[in-house]
């Protein structure tokens, strides 16, 4: 694959993705778990970290991507990206807390 669309798939598709969910979970991991500054530190880390490279990955492929080719195959691979992202999430939310929070309290539809 061309390297451009590589970019595109791991850095934009996935990592960049990664900020957002991360500040909505370790709240919960602080207040609601208990965890330590130490024990999250990993996610604050990551949060920091993620945001520089998707930004770098957003740069890399809005220069490279120059074809519109290129840029179709950038945007199809990312939102397969985004798609496995939330095959993941939603598989973790069945699995996880589906039992103790339907999807009717938290406001969503089945």
Do not use: W
């Not at 979970?25 to 500054?37: A, G, I, N, S, W």
């Not at 993620?50 to 991507?65: S, T």
């Not at 080719?69 to 798609?83: D, N, S, T, V």
Request: include cysteine; charged fraction near 25%.
């Amino acid at each position: 694959e061309d390297p451009v669309v590589a970019v595109a798939a791991l850095v934009v598709g996935l990592e960049s993705q990664v900020p957002s969910i991360y500040r909505k979970q370790t709240p919960t991991l602080r207040e609601t778990y208990r965890f330590t500054d130490e024990e999250v530190e990993f996610f604050d880390l990551h949060i920091v970290s993620d945001e520089i490279h998707g930004e770098r990955g957003y740069q890399i492929v809005l220069e490279n991507a120059n074809t519109v080719e290129l840029q179709q195959r950038c945007l199809k691979i990312c939102e397969i990206g985004a798609q496995m992202r939330l095959l993941y999430t939603t598989a973790l939310y069945y699995d996880y807390v589906e039992k103790e929070i339907p999807l009717p309290q938290l406001g969503l539809a089945a």
